[in-house]
């Protein structure tokens, strides 16, 4: 098991896909596709020499132990930059031995239950780019793949800076539908963070269904069992007000200070029954919040939880959105996972794509913030956040939540450079530190010595950061392409998985990465599944 370090920080990372399988779209713009296929998780550079258990020529520093964790002679944790829709709802039908729905399954989710260190951050600034580059077969659907990972971390250790206080509000739908266990996580989560608070933090509790109501704040908290026991006696009732709800969580935070911790919480089970009820309304409404740096983090609750709606909501919040599937979850995310989201490190990040001749770019996924142009595109992140994760164990509570971030697109191979060393993308990075309107930039050029699209004998990897990112994108992508087949023909979806886990299994013999034999575990639990 791999120790957890004691430095940080962050690892926020865009992988750059290319399916050297594909056809070229030259001309066309890059697009971006809702939430099924990016992910989110942080990455490992592992310096130099080389690990046991991968193919010839792959860079990366072991000593001894197959697997990807804590390489480069140093570790750091993790930075979230918003969107990914949690992996439990996924995880839960399969262990009720159901089929999981096409909506279940989002890339972000799935990374953020995955962990690898980075590389020492030595550039002086706030946040250090990182450009890393693999080409390597495609074991879900043939071909070779290429993987550009971009990934950023910083040389900031929390544990020796002040945590500025939080500006919290917690909205808790008390909606009729919540009756049961979904109001008890509810209420247990909320007390769980109520004991979390410092003395200076400020809260502000509002509960609703059809109307809604401030039970607390907003204010510090100076009798946390008096606090307590107000919502432990809140009661299901009534229909849903999302929009007025979120809005006036919105408004309980908004004349605070952006150096400070700004951030709503919303608690639901379901979908809008009550005021303005249209999803679009609601995520416009949302946004324009948003744009003002105050974050939102969404919980849902129950099985008919509208996970579109609340992922979209987190995504454009600069958050994630979370799913209490059983009460040990309540514990990871609002004491482990939410401790560390909350607290911002740059404000109005942008990240800068730019194409060589060598690639162009296809498709973007996992991501609603991508904006393509001619030769390339960006990302538009509102706020950027630390999570928990900073290791491939489990947390303390058994949970994988918590990895970081990543986004994924796909590139195309033009074939209009040498088959040696080009240039494979310039990255550009910028963002603000929160009170500064200075703005910290940093720009990496991205080369690779070799053929284009085309994977040698066993593939080749910059470091161990890109290979671990692959082996999880090829995961997803098996997953993915399992779960659409499952709908309407269980035995296709079957011999995909079983095609997958024989490559996957040889070529994970011997690793002891910890989240990569879970991910063992959930293929064969699936393929199980469909044999049902």
Known sequence: MAARPTALLAAF?????????????????????????AGKGSYADAGSGYYPGGPTGSPGADSGTAGYSDAGGGSFGSVGTGGAGDFAFFRKALADGKIPAVDSIDAAGFFAEHYTSLPAPTCGKTFCLHGMFS???????????????????????????????????????????????????AKQGVQLLVDALGPADRLTLIAFDDAIETVFGPATVTDKTALKTKIAAITPRGSTNLYGSLEAGYKAISTASEQLQRRVIFLTDGVATAGITSPDAIKTMSAGWNAKHLGLTTIGLGSDVSIGLLRGLAEQGAGNFYYIEKVEAVKEVFTEELAYFVAPLAYDLE????????????????????????????????????????????????GRRGGGSAIIAELLATGKVPLSLHDVAKLNLKYRTPGSTVFETQEVLVKHD??????????????????KNTIILGFFVAFRDATKLAQTDKLAARTLLEGFQTKITARLAGFTDEDL??????????IDVLKL
């Not at 990372?13 to 296929?37: H, I, R, Y």
């Not at 290429?146 to 909606?175: F, G, H, W, Y």
């Not at 034999?517 to 699936?526: G, P, S, T, V």
């Open 135 to 185: 080409v390597s077969p495609d074991y879900v659907r043939g071909g070779d793949w290429t993987l550009l990972q971009m990934a950023m971390n910083s040389p900031i250790d929390p544990t020796k800076i002040e945590k500025p206080p939080l500006e919290l509000a917690v909205v808790l739908d008390r909606s009729g539908s919540m009756m049961g266990n979904k109001m008890e996580y």
């Open 450 to 467: 070799g053929q284009p699209g085309v994977a040698p004998e066993g593939g080749s990897f910059d470091n161990k950061s890109v290979e």
């Open 517 to 526: 034999l879970d991910d063992l575990k959930i293929l064969q639990r699936y």
């Open 351 to 398: 990240l800068t794509y730019t194409e060589m001749p060598a690639y162009s770019t296809k498709i973007v996924h996992g991501t609603n913030l991508w904006t393509g142009f001619p030769g390339g595109g960006k990302i538009a992140i509102p706020s950027v956040f630390l999570v928990s994760r900073t290791s491939t164990a489990p947390g303390p509570d058994g």
């Open 13 to 37: 990372a865009l992988a750059l896909v290319s399916l050297g399988c594909s056809s070229s779209l030259s001309g066309s713009l890059p697009t971006s596709e809702e939430g099924d296929w």
